[in-house]
């Protein structure tokens, strides 16, 4: 079945789009009252994560409500540490803890790298009913952490200013974080290969950790994982999301991925000089940008929008909307982009 708005497939791939598409990373997610009824219901985030039924339902809830151009599915980046024998709790005001951590080799070796369908099936399940509710209205986007920021979660246990743990093994211990790594990126590349199939039509890579990371550690211990996931998938474009770490864009200019996300702390112009012209770009307004009054929102969206002129472009903020943003600004965001002609 061909898609009824493929805007933000066409505008991955470069090719020519009446307008910018628009959607939110974070969309699915706590912004929507309509989101916090469903998981009022369920028995904490988890639930949520693993119910497909309800997670499809929290998924099409933005396409109906804000009229974005692409669902993303409802899950987490730490179902791969899950998956792989690290299981996680979702504290209230704190976050994801993992009880048991990775500290050594011994314990890269006892992770369980086998029957990743069986143990990440109901993010399968989910992707499919949500894509016969959506009814091809929009595309639908996949997604999986990079595989620095999973090892960041698996070796922290937890969230972290610094994961200063997690960086102390890339000095300390580079085979094991080596190790880790492939480990992460052979599981991820099975697990997203089994989104496209079951109907993802674009998927993209969250590395939100990149940022703390030293040019010469993200060449050695992000980029070539990355890579390795980018060259796996053929089928549907693949998006790269490196929060904080500009210094990449070189490199990742050159992968064979049609999309780059940008945060809101990189200039359009220097991204465009480090990554070439062959790439979209995604992003880039501060999602702070969206407490302001809705002139103000408008204004500042049109602000962003100008930067990309002429541009392969997918409007976005520059990482997740954050939780207590007004739907309503989310909507004059949106609505601003639609509305947008280039001068
Ligand atoms: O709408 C969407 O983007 C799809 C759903 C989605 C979630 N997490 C749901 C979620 C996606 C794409 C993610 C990715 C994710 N998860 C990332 C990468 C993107 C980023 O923001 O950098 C990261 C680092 C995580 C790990 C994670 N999950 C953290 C640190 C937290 C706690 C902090 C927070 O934002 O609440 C989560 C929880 C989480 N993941 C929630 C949601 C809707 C909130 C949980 C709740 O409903 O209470």
Not at 39 to 66: S, Y
Not at 295 to 301: D, G, Y
Request: charged letters at 25%; aromatic letters at 8%; hydrophobic letters at 40%.
């Amino acid at each position: 079945m061909a898609l009824k708005n493929d805007l933000l497939i066409r505008a991955a791939k470069g090719e020519p789009v009446e307008r910018t598409p628009v959607w939110l990373m974070r969309q699915a997610g706590r912004i929507l009252p309509e989101y916090r009824e469903v998981r009022a219901k369920l028995n904490g985030f988890i639930d949520l994560v693993k119910n497909p039924e309800r997670a499809a339902e929290v998924t099409i809830q933005p396409v109906d409500i804000l009229n974005v151009d692409a669902a993303i599915i409802f899950s987490d980046i730490l179902v791969i540490p899950e998956a792989l024998g690290l299981p996680y709790d979702m504290v209230e005001k704190r976050g994801p803890v993992f009880p048991q951590t990775i500290s050594n080799m011994e314990d890269v070796k006892k992770l369980s790298t086998s029957d990743m369908s069986d143990k990440l099936g109901y993010v399968i399940e989910a992707i499919k009913i949500t894509k016969k509710e959506l009814n091809d209205r929009v595309p639908l986007i996949g997604f999986a952490g990079a595989p620095w920021t999973i090892m960041a979660y698996m070796v922290e246990g937890s969230g972290s200013k610094t994961f200063s743990k997690a960086r102390k093994m890339l000095y300390t211990q580079p085979e094991t974080a080596h190790a880790l790594l492939q480990a992460i990126t052979d599981c991820t590349k099975s697990y997203l290969k089994e989104q496209v199939n079951a109907g993802a039509n674009l998927v993209q890579v969250f590395d939100s950790w990149a940022g703390i990371l030293s040019p010469a550690q993200y060449d050695e211990f992000a980029i070539p994982y990355i890579k390795q996931i980018v060259d796996s998938i053929e089928e549907v474009p693949v998006t790269v999301f490196s929060k904080g770490a500009y210094f990449s864009l070189h490199s990742l200019g050159k992968m064979n991925c049609e999309t780059l996300g940008l945060d809101w702390n990189t200039p359009v112009d220097f991204a465009l000089k480090m990554a070439g012209p062959n790439k979209t770009f995604q992003g880039n307004l501060d999602p702070c940008a969206l407490y302001g009054s809705t002139s103000e929102v408008r204004a500042e969206t049109i602000k962003m929008l100008d930067q990309f002129k002429g541009l392969r472009h997918i409007a976005n903020l520059g990482h997740g909307v954050y939780p207590d943003t007004d739907p309503e600004k989310v909507k004059v965001f949106i609505e601003t982009v639609k509305n947008y002609t280039q001068k």
